[in-house]
């Protein structure tokens, strides 16, 4: 199942590539795909001016857009108060080497960030929760070149980095916990508004299995899961 997961994947968007730079603060690690890089969100700063200003570009064209935002979570953009306060957790996980990171995400050619990634924690120990947000530009229907961007960008998020957590044995924080990797982690989950058809698509063809529908953001959401030791 696995062999047909990647290989259906490769053949869409080619490979993807993890680096790491242990000696950079922000930008640790690399996930690079055939069209685009996305980096560890890291900032020093606390204040949305003083921010790296990738991570500026990241609020305009995500997080403010109230068309990007409307199937996000609670499906309302994010003030600037609450983008400085995300900001400010993400880094801090990056900065202990929480294996539970946030990614921006850039594309190769122009180098114009286009979105956001992250594997957060659960209310389920050892599982990770993924979410991930683009630009309007790069929704589905946004052209021929545009095609794939969300399955690319999750695909390697999954079978790139979370199968990496998996076969390494990493060990990661319990729900509701920061900073204390003491349990092994062994899959990811993400919830999906039920009127969001497009994102279903990407994680059904990624291996992620629809197990319910609940309430979650404030509303109702499909659960999807996918257990790495199914794919052993």
């Keep these: 199942m696995i062999k047909l997961i990647i290989n259906e994947y490769k053949r869409k968007c080619g490979d993807f590539l993890l680096r790491w730079k242990p000696e950079s603060k922000n930008h640790k690690l690399c996930i690079e795909t055939k069209r685009f890089i996305a980096y560890t969100l890291y900032s020093e700063e606390n204040v949305f001016q003083m921010?790296?200003?990738s991570i500026q570009n990241l609020?305009?064209?995500t997080f403010a857009d109230p068309i990007v935002m409307s199937k996000y979570k609670y499906g309302l953009p994010k003030t600037v108060k609450e983008f400085e306060t995300m900001v400010k957790e993400k880094s801090l996980c990056a900065l202990h080497g929480d294996p539970f990171v946030a990614f921006i995400i850039?594309?190769?050619e122009s180098?114009?960030?286009i979105g956001y990634e992250e594997i957060d924690k659960s209310d389920t120990?050892?599982?990770g929760e993924i979410s991930y947000i683009f630009s309007k530009q790069y929704h589905n229907g946004a052209g021929q070149a545009?095609?794939?961007v969300g399955y690319e960008n999750v695909g390697a998020l999954t079978w790139g980095y979370g199968a990496h957590l998996y076969r390494n044995g990493t060990f990661v924080n319990p729900s509701k916990q920061q900073f204390k990797t003491t349990v092994p982690f062994k899959g990811l989950m993400a919830t999906v508004r039920t009127d969001n058809f497009a994102s279903s698509k990407i994680l059904e063809n990624l291996g992620f299995k629809q197990m319910a529908i609940i309430k979650k953001f404030g509303h109702e959401r499909y659960l999807f899961e996918l257990d790495f030791n199914n794919f052993e």
Excluded: A, Q, R, S
């Design 146 to 148: 545009y095609k794939y």
């Design 51 to 53: 921010f790296p200003l």
């Design 111 to 113: 180098g114009n960030v």
């Design 106 to 108: 850039t594309d190769k």
């Design 59 to 61: 609020y305009t064209i």
């Design 125 to 127: 120990d050892g599982i």
